[in-house]
């Protein structure tokens, strides 16, 4: 079975902290998502990677970025944690082929800004 | 602008009930539909999804989705509902390769009464 596995499942940071959210798939996947989901909201692309070294951004980029050196690898950067950052993070992956069609969730990182 | 709607926040049905949770698109191009479920704790689980052919699909868990073109609508159902079910489920819309172009909804929070 496919896995996407996120380091932390709660973490709490300041206000101004650089906060690392690491995703970590195990299955050759090139394509890689970090969305943010709020209640009533749904899910939002913060940004996407299809490639070592590629991203792209997505609907709300604003306040983060990311890095993907290796491609099982895709981190999420807050490069200076704020009070509305608070939210819940999932990353997803999925085959070049298939796009879509086959998305993988991790089961979340429930970020806590203080 | 494209979009999807979940006019339903939260429902309840008995354990055994019928249950149908609504799904409503605005997409300009042909669309690919999804359903998800994300159970507590958890990341989201593909239940089912429509690219095209037969309006009527099955998913896992019992669940089907009806494709109704004229009424842009997607409606998720399962004739008998166990307690099980209980979770947040979210409709999507997508262009298949365009990863910028994948809309989620704002998510149904299922509970099921004993």
């Known amino acids: 079975d496919v896995k996407v596995t996120q380091s932390s499942r709660y973490l709490v940071k300041r206000t101004g902290e650089k906060v690392f959210l690491e995703c970590v798939q195990d299955m050759d996947h090139e394509n890689m998502f970090w969305y943010r989901q709020d209640p009533g909201l749904g899910l939002r692309l913060i940004y996407f990677s299809y490639d070592v070294k590629m991203k792209e951004k997505g609907d709300i980029p604003e306040g983060y970025s990311v890095s993907r050196e290796k491609k099982e690898r895709f981190s999420l950067i807050l490069e200076s944690a704020s009070t509305n950052q608070t939210s819940m993070y999932l990353c997803?992956?999925?085959?070049?082929?298939?796009?879509?069609?086959?998305?993988?969730f991790g089961s979340g990182t429930q970020l806590s800004v203080l | 602008a494209q979009s999807v709607t979940q006019p339903d926040i939260h429902i309840t049905v008995s354990e055994g009930a019928s249950l149908e949770l609504r799904c409503n698109y605005s997409?300009?191009?042909?669309?690919?539909l999804f359903w998800y479920v994300q159970s507590p704790g958890q990341g989201l689980q593909l239940l089912l999804k429509?690219?095209?052919?037969?309006?009527l699909v099955q998913g896992i868990k019992g669940f089907e989705a009806e494709f109704k073109r004229s009424q842009s609508s997607f409606n998720l159902r399962k004739p008998s509902v166990h307690w099980s079910d209980a979770a947040e489920y979210f409709c999507a819309v997508a262009h298949l390769y365009n990863f910028n172009k994948f809309y989620f909804g704002s998510g149904t929070k299922l509970n099921v009464k004993p």
């Open positions: 997803a992956s999925s085959p070049r082929e298939e796009g879509l069609e086959k998305l993988f």
């Open positions: 429509y690219f095209s052919g037969d309006t």
């Open positions: 997409y300009g191009a042909t669309p690919y």
